[in-house]
């Protein structure tokens, strides 16, 4: 199967339209009982099943995640690897700052590309924005690092579109990760237009809604208080119940694919005009093998649909984030 590419903004870089999220890779601030080797083996896994985006974050175990995703990229060749990552929390005061100034940005670069054992990272994104960095300013100290040949893409990561056009001023922005799933629509009509209008690509974080769309949990589910889940609306009423009867409704059409409901979700991502690059996460590797099996499926136009209405109800709500953003 030749696997279609997708190209992310205005650069030349050329993607899988699945990539591999990797907070659960050496994350153990957001998740509990994550083992290392486990954390190597799933970005192995991704790299060995035809996935070439990988996107990480310094707050992901505090640089820890950084340091697998670079370990286990070694024994592969890294000209076919489109590497993402994101910065922008300072814990040196023991506290966490979110800080966006261009000294600031220029030293968590520089120490991205020591963890993750590279030269070059093709995509950095601002991860949060700060109160008080100009936007521009901060994107500029990215145009300088690209300039160097330190980045090829820029990024921004949980701003608001007013923020995105502030920070898109000079047209240095590639790309912008924010929260959509199936659950979470409300990025369609505000965000996205102006994106298309200005060659930005887009790539949703939580397009599995912390594993809520892969069809696995019932009533029954709870999750510990050290579980980021259990701070999130969508499991709880109405939410949760609105979308286990939507997962209810598209079980025909994967079972029609011979697939499992992850993988129509995830088909569906990739099939949207809007999304440039769907990026799940994992915490085990046989669900990224299964994950990447979804770039075989396509879905017809009426199938497309189907799973389009099935989420209906939460295209009428204002789903919000799932978690609140840092201060």
């Given amino acids: 199967m030749t696997q279609k590419l997708t190209k992310i903004g205005k650069t030349d870089i050329l993607s899988t339209p699945l990539g591999l999220g990797t907070n659960a890779v050496g994350g153990y601030n957001l998740f509990p009982d994550l083992k290392d080797e486990t954390g190597l083996e799933i970005v192995r896994a ?4 035809g996935i070439t985006l990988l996107d990480t974050a310094y707050v992901y175990g505090l640089g820890h995640s950084e340091e ?17 990552t994101k910065g922008a929390h300072d814990f040196s005061t023991g506290e966490e700052v979110i800080k966006n100034d261009p000294k600031f940005l220029t030293e968590q670069v520089e120490a991205s590309l020591k963890r993750l054992k590279t030269d070059y990272l093709d995509i950095y994104y ?25 980045i090829k893409a820029i990024g921004l990561s949980n701003f608001s579109l007013d923020q995105i056009k502030e920070a898109n001023a000079d047209g240095y922005v590639d790309v912008v990760e924010d929260e959509f799933s199936l659950l979470h629509q409300d990025n369609t009509q505000t965000m996205m237009p102006y994106l298309k209008a200005n060659q930005i690509s887009f790539v949703p974080y ?3 809604a912390s594993g809520l769309l892969t069809g696995k949990y019932d009533q029954a589910v709870s999750f510990a208080g050290d579980d980021i889940r259990s701070q999130i609306a969508d499991f709880k009423k109405p939410r949760f119940d609105e979308a286990l009867k939507a997962i209810d409704r598209i079980r025909p059409v994967a079972q029609a694919y011979d697939a499992t409901v992850t993988q129509i979700v995830l088909a569906w991502y990739m099939q949207n005009p809007l999304i440039s690059v769907v990026i799940p996460g994992a915490k085990r590797p046989t669900q990224v093998i299964n994950n990447a099996k979804a770039m075989a499926i396509d879905l017809t136009k009426d199938d497309y649909q189907k799973i389009d209405d099935a989420f209906s109800w939460f295209k009428d709500e204002e789903s919000g984030k799932s978690l609140a953003d840092p201060d």
Avoid at 46 to 49: A, D, F, P, R
Avoid at 128 to 147: S, Y
Wanted: no cysteine; aromatic share 6%; net charge positive.
């Fill in 68 to 84: 697998l995703v670079g370990q286990a990229m070694k024994d592969f060749d890294r000209s076919h690897i489109i590497l993402a």
């Fill in 46 to 49: 991704g790299l060995e099943n």
């Fill in 126 to 150: 601002i991860h949060f924005p700060d109160k008080t960095t100009p936007k521009a300013e901060a994107v500029g100290a990215l145009q300088r690092l690209r300039e160097q040949g330190k």
């Fill in 206 to 208: 939580f397009p599995l």
